[in-house]
C-alpha cells in the first residue's frame, strides 16, 4: 500500500519513500520468492474521521497522563496549554492540543456507536485478507521524512497512518530503510495480524539486514 487515500487529507507521501517501498517488495519477490499485490480499502478515506470519534469516545488520554484525573477538565486544560507554550507545563503541548481536539468532538452516543461497528467491520475484513493469503501489509509509515519536533500537531491527517492500526488493534512494525539525500532518516511500516508478531519481527530483519539497520541522521 504506497499510501492512504487523498480523502484522509494528509500530504502526499514523498518518492523517495515509495521508492523504499518498492526495493523491499522486490527485495522480498526476488530474494524469498514472496508474492505481492498492490491493496487499498475504501474505508479508509474516512479513516481520520473514524480515529477522531473513538479518541473522543471518553478520557482514555487524560486520565492515562495525569495522577490526578481532573487535572485536566474544564477550564484547566485551555489554561495547560497556554502553560505548554511558555514551557512551564509538564505535558506536552502536542498531547494537551490532542485532548482539546477530542474534547471539542461533540458526536452523539448513537454517532459513536455508528462509528465503533464501523472500525469493527473493517477489522474484520482486513483480518479476513490477512488469515486467508498468510499476507502482512507493508506501506509508509508517515507520508514524509522526520520534520521538525513537534511539526505532528499541526498534520492530524498524517497520524493516520499510525493511528488507523492502533484503531484497530492490530501490531505495526516501523523497519529504517536508510537515509535519503538529505540526510534524513527514511522507513516503511509492516502490519500484521494479532499474535503474528514472530513473522513481523522476521521480516523487519531481514529489512534491516537489507539496509543496513538504524543510521543515525545526517551521517552521510
Known sequence: MESLPDGVGAE??????KEKLREVVEFFEAENGM?????????????FDL??????EGSPLPHFICKDKRELEGAKLPIEIIKSLFGV??????VLLWI??????????EEKQLTIEKVERLREKILGIMEKENAVILMPT???TPAYHGYAVWADPALTY???WNLLSLPALQCPTGLDKNGTPTGLMIVGAPNKDAV??????????LYGGWQAPWTK
Open 12 to 17: 502526499p507521501v514523498m518518492p523517495v519513500l
Open 35 to 47: 508474492t505481492t499485490q498492490g491493496i487499498s480499502f475504501l474505508e479508509f478515506h474516512e479513516a
Open 51 to 56: 480515529l477522531m470519534t473513538i479518541v473522543s
Open 89 to 94: 507545563s509538564k505535558h506536552m503541548f502536542n
Open 100 to 109: 482539546f481536539k477530542g474534547q471539542m468532538d461533540k458526536r452523539t452516543p
Open 142 to 144: 508517515w507520508p514524509y
Open 162 to 164: 499510525t493511528g488507523i
Open 200 to 209: 513481523l519481527l522476521a521480516l523487519g530483519r531481514k529489512i534491516d539486514a
